[in-house]
C-alpha cells in the first residue's frame, strides 16, 4: 500500500502509516511499503531525509591590510582621504543590505504563491485560483480522447465483492487520504477532473505534498471541499493534514467515521493483508485506487499553475498521466449513472477505457 501513516492526536506524533514511494495496487507485484499493520498499527523505518538545513561556511580570514591601514600612503595624505573613504564604505555597506532586502523579498514573494512552502518550507493552504480550477475541472474530452488509456497509467481494480455503495438513493463514492503524502496529491488531479464531470467541487484549496517526504507535488486538497451532483455522492476525507511546523507533523484533522473505517478495513484486508494505506478510493464498491495511478514524479517540482497549464497538451507526461486515469475514473462513474451525462460518457476515450475495464 501507499502514503499512509497511522491517525493521532492534534499537534502530537503517532506511528507512521507510509511514505511517499510508488506503492502497489491490488493484485499487483510491488512491494509493500510503509503500511500499517492491523493492530497495534506499528511505525515503519522511515528512508534517509535531505538535510534541510544550510551547513555554515567558514568566514574568509581578514585580508592584509584590513582596519587601521593607510594602504602604503602618507599618514597625512591617509588623514585627508579618512572621512571620504568611510562615507564611500558605509554607502557601499548601505546599498549591500538594500540589495539583500529585495532578494528576501522576491524569494518570499515567489514561494508563496499556489500553495508553495512558505519560508519555514512548511505547506500552506491557499484558495485555489481561477485558472487551475477552470484548467481541472473543464478539460476538454478531445484532450481524453487523444491521450486515451496510456500504458503508463494503471487502471482501477474491478471488484464486485461488497454490497454497492450509495447514499440517498445515488452511487457513492469514498477517497480517504492526507495531505501530507506525494501520491495523494498526485492522485487528486484526476479524481477532480472526473467527478467535476458529474458534478460541482465547492472549497477547493491548493497546496503541496510536504517536503520532507519525498517529491514536492502541488496538489488540490479536499481540506474544506465539498462536492454536490444530481448523479453521484462523493465524500472525499483528508485523514491528516500536512507537517505545517516540520517533519512529522501532521495529525488527524478528520476522524474517519466508523463506516468509513470498517470499509476501508475490509478491502485492506482482501488485498493487503490488513495494511491500509493512502490514498484509497472506492467508486461505489465497484472501482478501487488503493495507491498511484500514475508516476507522481512527473509533476516533482512544478507549481499547481504550470501543472494547469500542461492539461492542454496531450504529448506532455503531465497530461498522460492525470487526464488517462481521470478517463478510467469517467468511465467507471458513467457505468454507474446509467450513461450520464451523455456528452461524457459517449466521448471515445471513455468508451474504450470502459471496455478495458470489462464494463459495457
Known amino acids: ?214 517529491p514536492l507535488i502541488a496538489t488540490l486538497s479536499f481540506r474544506h471541499a465539498t462536492y454536490t451532483s444530481a448523479l453521484v455522492a462523493f465524500d472525499p476525507v483528508e485523514e491528516e493534514g500536512n507537517d505545517t511546523r516540520g517533519p512529522d507533523t501532521h495529525a488527524v484533522i478528520h476522524p474517519l467515521s466508523a463506516a468509513q473505517r470498517a470499509l476501508w478495513s475490509t478491502y485492506a484486508t482482501r488485498y493487503t493483508g490488513g495494511a491500509e494505506g493512502y490514498p484509497f478510493l472506492t467508486v461505489g464498491n465497484r472501482f478501487l485506487v488503493m495507491g498511484r495511478s500514475y508516476d507522481a514524479s512527473a509533476l516533482a517540482g512544478l507549481s499547481a499553475g504550470r501543472i494547469a497549464a500542461d492539461l492542454s497538451d496531450p504529448a506532455s507526461p503531465v497530461t498522460q498521466g492525470i487526464v488517462g486515469s481521470a478517463t478510467y475514473l469517467t468511465a467507471g462513474l458513467c457505468s454507474l449513472t446509467g450513461g450520464r451525462p451523455a456528452a461524457v460518457c459517449s466521448a471515445g476515450a471513455v468508451v474504450a477505457a470502459r471496455h478495458t475495464l470489462g464494463i459495457h
Request: charged share 20%; net charge positive; with cysteine.
Open 1 to 214: 500500500m501507499d502514503e499512509r501513516r497511522a491517525g493521532h492526536d492534534e499537534g502530537g506524533a503517532g506511528p507512521r502509516r507510509g511514505r511517499a514511494g510508488p506503492g502497489p495496487r491490488p493484485g499487483g507485484d510491488r512491494t509493500p511499503s510503509g503500511r500499517r499493520a492491523p493492530a497495534g498499527r506499528g511505525r515503519s523505518t522511515p528512508p534517509p531525509r535531505t538535510a534541510a538545513r544550510r551547513k555554515g561556511g567558514s568566514h574568509p580570514a581578514p585580508r592584509p591590510g584590513g582596519p587601521g591601514r593607510t594602504g602604503g600612503r602618507r599618514p597625512a595624505q591617509a588623514r585627508r582621504n579618512g572621512p571620504r573613504s568611510s562615507t564611500v564604505a558605509l554607502g557601499a555597506v548601505g546599498l549591500v543590505v538594500a540589495v539583500v532586502i529585495v532578494l528576501v523579498a522576491v524569494k518570499l514573494t515567489a514561494s508563496s504563491g499556489s500553495g508553495a512552502p512558505g519560508a519555514t518550507g512548511a505547506p500552506r493552504d491557499l484558495p485555489a485560483t481561477a485558472t487551475v480550477l477552470g484548467a481541472v475541472t473543464r478539460a476538454p474530452l478531445s484532450v481524453a480522447d487523444t491521450v486515451g488509456t496510456p500504458g503508463s497509467v494503471t487502471a482501477p481494480v474491478v471488484d464486485t465483492s461488497q454490497p454497492p455503495l450509495e447514499h440517498d438513493g445515488l452511487p457513492a463514492a469514498l477517497y480517504i487520504g492526507g495531505e501530507f503524502c506525494p501520491n495523494c496529491a498526485a492522485e487528486r488531479w484526476p479524481i477532480v477532473m472526473a467527478f467535476a464531470r458529474f458534478g460541482t467541487f465547492h472549497g477547493l484549496t491548493e497546496t503541496t505534498s510536504s517536503p520532507w517526504e519525498g
